[in-house]
């Protein structure tokens, strides 16, 4: 399609067979052809191309009114010429850019030719491949997983390993805060002063009963046991993933490699997620079974929440009408203590083991986030550092 005619030749064929007004219409160009016109003569019968040419010059350059028409206009010579212009002009214009492209082409092939393994005819030179892909592997793990660097992966989000596993630390963090906390202000003391009800023994009054601190802090940590586990299912699947890709990555010329090496990296990702399971088992347990810190942070924050002893027992114990019944502790926020008023024989012992349990569950936390993020960067040390080079 050429609605502007720029690109437009027009042939104007058997011309001998009405010669009267071509010239006008050739010269005028009404319908504005914009490479122009030229006039032939076809061949007729039996003639052969030489004497159809011959015919055809004479016709222009003898008859009356053809004889007018500029003999750059006329023949198939002309014609011939024309489309040999035309084709250099388009040749010309096209062919720079159809030579980069190929030399483009030629540039990637070569390139990808180049990626491709040289052929290996003994052994000692298949290990040398085997051994340099190994030590590829483990600099880009050491750069990712140890070193926080990402050079090799800048634009890649996913690979910034150390980033990546920190927010998942603080994510694990957060969760066992919220899920450990207390969500409720309007039962306040009400667990703790059934715990003490069954705790009572024969003994001396006023004594707080370990049982009761212990069957609190047992219930709190079960209630967020399964907290760990889920981190370490999280952080070592993203950690099989990233090795998966850096193995892809190394020996992607070596098919013969994929299979094996991948099947012996997650292998060995399945026994470092058991072990880190193990340990998050272990350090829940441990929690379970006793209460213990040489933490000072314990001492203080218990007599920080103690100083709120005597406004809470106050505020309880009021007896004219009060226009609320809540009392504000600092980490614990607004408490409504309604429930509470008029008294009860274990409020001294509930009070106590609550800011006992409050104090110390902050350093629970705490000591389960460090654990198992020293834990784990030691044991993503080994594998990168030692066990991924000896399982594969």
């Not at 750059?72 to 002009?89: D, E, N, R, Y």
């Not at 090799?152 to 066992?176: G, Q, V, W």
């Not at 509470?340 to 986030?369: P, Q």
């Amino acid at each position: 399609m050429d609605k502007t005619g720029e690109r437009t030749l027009a042939v104007v064929s058997k011309a001998d067979k009405s010669p009267e007004g071509l010239l006008e219409k050739v010269t005028a160009d009404d319908v504005n052809i914009g490479l122009g016109y030229v006039c032939t003569r076809n061949r007729i019968g039996d003639e052969s191309y030489e004497e159809a040419r011959d015919e055809e010059t004479r016709l222009f350059e003898s008859h009356h009114l053809l004889s007018r028409i500029s003999k750059s206009m006329v023949g198939i010579p002309v014609l011939a010429q024309k489309l040999v212009q035309i084709q250099a002009t388009i040749i010309v214009k096209c062919l720079p850019e159809i030579v980069r492209k190929i030399n483009d082409k030629l540039s990637s092939n070569m390139d990808d030719l180049n990626k491709l393994p040289q052929i290996m005819t003994s052994i000692s030179e298949a290990m040398t491949t085997f051994m340099n892909i190994l030590g590829l592997v483990k600099e880009s793990l050491r750069k990712l997983l140890l070193r926080g660097e990402f050079d090799e992966y800048p634009d890649e989000m996913e690979m910034h390993c150390t980033a990546r596993i920190t927010e998942m630390i603080n994510k694990y963090f957060s969760d066992l805060q919220s899920n450990g906390s207390d969500h409720s202000t309007n039962n306040f003391l009400v667990d703790e002063i059934k715990v003490l009800e069954e705790a009572k023994s024969i003994g001396l009054p006023n004594f707080l009963p370990k049982t009761a601190f212990h069957t609190l802090l047992r219930r709190k940590v079960k209630d967020t046991s399964m907290i760990p586990f889920d981190f370490v299912e999280n952080v070592w699947n993203y950690i099989e993933k990233i090795v998966i890709s850096v193995l892809m990555k190394h020996s992607d010329n070596y098919p013969q490699l994929l299979s094996s090496t991948k099947r012996a990296a997650r292998n060995l990702i399945a026994k470092k997620k058991q072990q880190s399971l193990d340990w998050a088992n272990d350090m829940v347990e441990m929690e379970k079974l006793t209460d213990y810190t040489c933490n000072p942070e314990y001492t203080t924050s218990w007599n920080n929440l103690m100083s709120y002893k005597n406004e809470f027992m106050d505020t309880v114990n009021d007896r004219p009408r009060r226009d609320t019944w809540k009392i504000n502790i600092e980490g614990l926020g607004l408490i409504d203590i309604a429930h509470l008023r008029g008294g009860n024989s274990l409020l001294h012992e509930a009070f106590d083991v609550k800011m006992r349990i409050t104090a110390y569950w902050n350093v629970v936390l705490r000591r389960m986030v460090d654990c198992m993020a020293l834990h784990l960067v030691y044991s993503v040390e080994k594998l990168v550092n030692g066990e991924m080079e000896n399982v594969i």
